[in-house]
C-alpha cells in the first residue's frame, strides 16, 4: 500500500485560509468525510477533538499531524491542507502551521495502513519535501511530490535498524497513545539528531501495530545510555541499572539534538526497577509549580474515590428513602429512629452494601494521593493511613494528610535504600518499603495528624452544625458559585469534594448547595441560546439544548465551550446564578445524601419541590444575565 492509496484528490486543499485552530480541524474534518471513508461525521469529530484535547498535534516546523481512530472510519484515510498565511495551532513550538495531514484510522484488525501513515509521519520531517508539498500548484502536483517521496523512502524497520552490523551505543523507545504519527516522528527526529552527532542509535517504536525494532537484552546491556520518548506506557523494567532518560514523545521531535547530547553525556540518572514513580506523560502536567502538582496528586485521589462515593451514597440515599416510603417515623421510639434506614430488610441490604462502599472512600482517597506521589509503593501506606483516619476523629481531612505524608515518606525510603548494598536493595519494595512504611504512618497518624486533623475535623463539623440563617445562605452561595467559577477545575473540585466530605460528616445541606450549583451553568446555557439566539453562533445554538440534558444530569462541563469563547460574560452570569441556587437551596432547608446524579436522585433530596424551585431561579437568573451581557455574535 502506498501513502496514495490513503490520499484522496477530494481530501486535499492548496489554498486553506481557516481563522483559528477550531475551524481548521472542522475544515480538515469536511475534506475527510468528501472522499466516502467517514460513516458518522459527528464520532469521528468527537474523537479529532478528544485526541487534540490530549496534546497538540502540532508538532512544529509549521506542520500538524491531527488524527482518529474509531469505528466511525470505514476505510484508513488522510486528508490534507496548505494555508500559505498559517494559522495558530498551539503548536510546540509556538510556529502557525502551514502544512496539515488528517489521520483517519478503522478499529480493525488488519494494521496494514498504519506502516504507511508512520512513513508520512517520518517523510514529513524532511524539511525538502514538506517545502515542495507547500509550493504544489495543483492537487495533481501536491499527489505526484508525495508519490515520488513515497518511492524514494525505505520501509520505517529498514530506516531503524543498525547500519552494518555495528553495536548501538545509544538505544531508544518513541511511543504515543495513538501510535500513529508522534511515535514515528520522535523517531525520525532522534536518528537525525544522531547521524548529525556522529553516533549511532537503535530505536524501538511502540506504536497501534505493535512494538517494532525490539531492544535486545544484550543490546541493552552494552548500551550506554537509552532514551525513553513516551506518552504512553512502556516496559521498563528491562532497563534496570542502566542510564534512562524519560522524556515526552513531542521532545523526541522538539528537543532531539539535546537528548542526544545528553545520552552522550550520560546526563541521566541510573533507572532502578519497582521504582520508578510515573510515566512521562502523567508528569507532563506535574511540570509547573508545586501547587499544581499537589493539586494534580489530590485530584488523583479523588477520581480514584468518587465511584465508591458515588455508588454507596446513593445506595444509602435510597434506603432511607425505602424506609421514609414503608414506615412512619413518627411511631418509632428514640432507639428505632436511629436505626432508621434499615428498618425494612429491603432497606437494611441497600445501607449494608452502601456502607461498605462508603467506608472505603477515605483509605482509597489517601492511598491513590500517595500512589501519585511514590508509585505502588505508596499505596499500602496511605490506605492504613486513610483507614485510621476513617476510624478515628480526624475524617476526611486526616485522609488527605494521610495520602502526602504517605507518598513522602515512601520517596524518603527509596533514598535511604539507595544506599543500601544491591543485594539488599532489591528487597526494598517488597520488604522495607511496607514494613518500615507502615510503622512510620502509624506512628505519625497516631502522633502527629489524628490529634491535629481530629481537632480541626471536629471544631469544623461542629462550626458547619452550629451554622444558620444568614451565614448558612452566605456558604451556600459560596459554594454555588465556585462550582461555576472553573466548571471542572479546581475551584470546582475543592466545592464538591468539600461537599462529599461533609455528607461523611452527615452535614446533608452542603452537598444540596453544591450540587445545584453545578447545575445551573449548562441549564441557564441552554435556555439562553433559545431565548437569545442572536448572542450565539448557529453552531452554538445548534448545541444548546444538550446542555439541559447535561445540567439535569449534574454534568457542568457542558458549558465549558460557551465560557472559553466569551468568559468575561459567561462566567459572571453563570457564578451568580449559581450562587443564588446555592443560598436559596440553604433557605429552603434542601438536604441530599446523593453525591452525583442530578434530576435522577431527586426523590432523595430533602424538601425535593423547593430544591427545584431553587434550580429554577438560579437558571432564570443566569438565563437572563447571559441575555443582558453578552453581546451579539458576529
Known sequence: MRITDLLDKRSVMLYAAPSDKKQTLEQAISLMVQSGKIADEEAYRQQVFAREEESTTGIGEGIAIPHGKCDAVTRPGLAAMVIPGGVDFDSLDGEPVTLLFLIAAPNTKDNVHLD???????????????????????????????????????????????????ASKILAVTSCPTGIAHTYMAAEGLEKAAAKAGCRIKIETRGSGGAKNVLTDQEIADADCIIVAADAKVPME??????????????????ADELIDRALKQDAPIYKSGTHTESPKATQGKSGSMAHKIYM???????????????????????????????????????ERANFGTITP????????????????????????????????????????????????????????????????????????DKLPESLEKLAPVLFYPVLGILLMGGAMNFVIEPVMGAINTALNSGLASMSGSSKILLGFILGGMMSVDMGGPFNKAAYVFGTASIAAGNYDIMAAVMIGGMVPPCAIALATLL????????????????????????TEGAIPYAASDPLHVLPACIIGAGI?????????????????????????GNAMMYLVALVIGTIVSTALLGLLKKKAA
Open 297 to 335: 496528586q489530590l485530584m488523583n485521589g479523588v477520581s480514584h474515590m468518587l465511584p465508591f462515593v458515588v455508588g454507596g451514597g446513593i445506595l444509602i440515599a435510597l434506603a432511607f428513602l425505602i424506609d421514609g416510603q414503608c414506615v412512619d417515623i413518627n411511631l418509632l421510639s428514640e432507639a
Open 346 to 417: 429491603v432497606a437494611a441490604f441497600l445501607k449494608g452494601i452502601g456502607g461498605v462502599s462508603f467506608g472505603l472512600m477515605l483509605p482509597v482517597l489517601a492511598g491513590f494521593i500517595a500512589e501519585a506521589i511514590a508509585d505502588r509503593p505508596g499505596l499500602a501506606l496511605g490506605f492504613v493511613g486513610g483507614m485510621i483516619a476513617a476510624n478515628g476523629k480526624s475524617g476526611f481531612l486526616g485522609a488527605l494528610a494521610a495520602g502526602f505524608f504517605a507518598g513522602y515518606i515512601i520517596l524518603l525510603l527509596k533514598k535511604v535504600c
Open 238 to 255: 528491562r532497563f534496570d541499572g542502566k542510564h534512562v532518560i524519560e522524556c515526552q514523545v513531542s521532545d523526541g521531535i522538539s528537543k
Open 116 to 166: 504507511v501513515l508512520s512513513k508520512l509521519s517520518m517523510m514529513l520531517m524532511d524539511e525538502e519535501f514538506t517545502a515542495k508539498l507547500r509550493s504544489a500548484k495543483s492537487v495533481d502536483e501536491f499527489m505526484q511530490i508525495v508519490d515520488a517521496a513515497d518511492s524514494e523512502r525505505v520501509s520505517i524497520d529498514e530506516q531503524l535498524q543498525t547500519k552494518d552490523g555495528a
Open 581 to 605: 441556587s446555592g443560598a436559596l437551596s440553604e433557605v429552603f432547608q434542601c438536604t441530599l445524601m446523593a453525591p452525583h446524579g442530578g434530576i435522577f436522585v431527586f426523590p432523595v433530596v
Open 532 to 555: 437569545f439566539k442572536d448572542k450565539f453562533t448557529k453552531e452554538e445554538r445548534q448545541s444548546g439544548p444538550v446542555n439541559f440534558i447535561m445540567g439535569l444530569a449534574f454534568i
